[in-house]
């Protein structure tokens, strides 16, 4: 197990009580007095940490908060039609945590991170190499790094503890983990909203090559989206005129964060501990990078 990563206090928010924390987000319960006392809701708070090689580094990127939860508040309304979501409002949250925060429906998550994959990269394609299949899923011979597969795949894995890493399943693990109308509508439904989601993209010069869904119940045991949705951290969105089979395709993304920390540039040996702090130029084009991606995909700004 790796150790779990070091994430700094949540701050304190009037009419809200701190639940827990991620590497990224902030959950909160309403508190006895405040204007959402007594609803069964959640406040998820998407915070600018960025996380890599399962530390959360020292040094944010500025609006990246904002960046997740308007795309994911963006997504949510172009996918409604197909499974409802948790998104209450994004308005009527705290002010110091404003644009970067969503009111959600509590839901019982299922344990299952539902991956869809149109194309193979990643531990997919590590995957593929060794048994020609993915998550059990058998896949024609030939594939390379991007290879757009055949018709998009249902490649779920197993959440793990916070620092560890999630572990790719078959379907029939997740028929033992959820049963199986459960987890044939879970497929159903991932594979549903990708199609969607790829559609959508393709429209605006963007491949979106994988994502994962986070889905749930809803106090009347329906199907309910959760979490965030069609970001740059649970998504592999690459523009359409740089890929080709066969070669790494450039990702709006952290990519600059990871390629700077394993240069020479960085100095870090990653079994020395943690990372140390990004350069400015780093913080800059990551930043531009996830705000390409929200205007790439939405037609507008953001509106910082």
């Not at 007095?33 to 996380?51: K, M």
């Not at 939860?69 to 002010?95: G, R, Y």
């Not at 399943?169 to 990708?194: C, D, I, K």
Request: aromatic share 8%; charged share 20%.
């Amino acid at each position: 197990m790796s150790p779990a990563p070091i994430i700094p206090p949540a701050p304190a928010l009037v009419g809200w009580s701190h639940v827990s924390s991620g590497k990224v987000r902030d959950v909160y319960a309403p508190a006895d007095e405040g204007p959402w006392a007594g609803q069964d809701v959640l406040l998820v708070v998407a915070s600018d940490r960025i996380s890599a090689f399962d530390y959360v580094l020292s040094t944010p990127v500025p609006d990246k908060g904002k960046v997740l939860t308007a795309m994911s508040a963006w997504w949510f309304e172009q996918l409604a039609d197909i499974v409802p979501n948790h998104m209450v409002s994004v308005t009527d949250v705290p002010a110091e945590v404003a644009g970067r925060a969503m009111v959600c429906r509590r839901l019982d998550m299922y344990p299952v991170e539902c991956v869809a994959r149109g194309y193979l990269t990643g531990s997919g394609l590590v995957e593929y190499r060794a048994s020609r299949s993915v998550c059990g899923v058998a896949l024609p011979e030939g594939l390379v790094e991007a290879s757009r597969l055949p018709q998009p795949v249902f490649t779920p894995a197993a959440k793990a503890a916070l620092g560890d890493h999630d572990e790719n399943v078959s379907f029939a693990r997740v028929v033992e983990m959820v049963g199986e109308p459960t987890a044939t509508a879970l497929r159903e439904v991932t594979l549903a909203l990708y199609s969607r989601a790829a559609e959508i993209a393709r429209e605006r010069g963007i491949i979106l090559a994988d994502t994962k869904f986070e889905l749930g119940a809803g106090a009347d045991g329906a199907l309910v989206l959760g979490d965030e949705v069609l970001t740059p951290d649970s998504s592999r969105f690459w523009p359409a005129d740089e890929w080709a089979p066969g070669q790494v395709t450039p990702s709006f993304d952290k990519q600059f964060v990871r390629d700077w920390l394993t240069s020479p540039a960085s100095g870090w040996d990653r079994a020395s501990g943690e990372p140390p702090a990004l350069p400015e130029q780093v913080v800059e084009r990551t930043r531009a990078r996830y705000l390409e991606a929200y205007e790439r995909l939405t037609g507008e700004p953001l509106g910082l």
